[in-house]
């Protein structure tokens, strides 16, 4: 049973373009979290989907950062017009269930904006 | 969400136990006391979890005082890869709000 994959593991982006950063959770997992890790700081939460649906974004910045997780296929981080305040390990987790002890966390993207 | 306090950095010889502390003074009856780990550069890793009674697993153990205001994370024969960060985190029954508030953490060192 694989873990959670999350592609690309490093972007580079220069300022004003966009960033997709793609989770797929583990099988059978149907809820996905993201978290956000600026350099030598904690890990923060940005938002907690489930499949179709925003549970809680009341980590995410209020512009430019979306977030979803379709019926089919991964979950999408998408930040638009990206600034160098942006650069960060991004990290998805996935949990089976609403009320699961365990997320089980990906390795991470590393954006870092030009 | 309680929050929770921890020394930033610890050493431990290999082999040996490493009890890392935490404080978490204003717990409420519900919350339950949540250890991750991350190791450099990777996703965290969870660890184990605990509401009043002692818990241990394959990782580790962990020791929840009587009043429930601190705990330790013991690793019974720390090895060199266990270096790394501990999170102590204190969350209310996962329900509506899955979230994971991540303190600074604990940074371990584990020497030869």
């Keep these: ?114 | 969400d309680a929050k929770t306090t921890q020394p930033p950095s610890m050493d431990c010889a290999e082999g040996r136990a490493a009890n890392l502390p935490c404080n978490h003074s204003t717990i409420s009856g519900n919350e339950y006391v949540y250890w991750y780990r991350q190791i450099h550069s990777q996703g965290p890793q969870y660890i184990i979890h605990g509401l009043k009674n002692n818990e241990t697993n394959e990782m580790a153990s962990l020791i929840i005082t009587e009043d429930r205001k601190s705990s330790t994370l013991i690793l019974p024969h720390a090895t060199l890869r266990d270096t790394a960060v501990y999170y102590c985190i204190v969350r209310v029954p996962p329900g509506n709000t899955d979230k994971l508030i991540f303190g600074t953490g604990t940074r371990l060192q584990v020497f030869p």
Aim: proline residues 7%; positive net charge; contains cysteine.
């Design chain 1, 1 to 114: 049973n694989a873990g959670v994959m999350q592609n690309p593991r490093h972007l580079v982006r220069r300022r004003g373009q966009e960033a997709r950063l793609r989770c797929s959770p583990m099988k059978g997992h149907s809820h996905v979290y993201w978290y956000r890790q600026l350099p030598e700081e904690g890990l923060k939460f940005m938002v907690y989907l489930q499949k179709e649906n925003i549970i809680d974004e009341s980590g995410m910045p209020k512009e430019r950062f979306s977030a979803e997780f379709p019926k089919e296929g991964p979950s999408i981080l998408r930040i638009q017009q990206v600034v160098r305040g942006d650069s960060a390990a991004y990290f998805c987790a996935s949990s089976p269930r609403s009320g699961a002890n365990e997320q089980f966390f990906g390795p991470g993207t590393r954006l870092t904006v030009l």
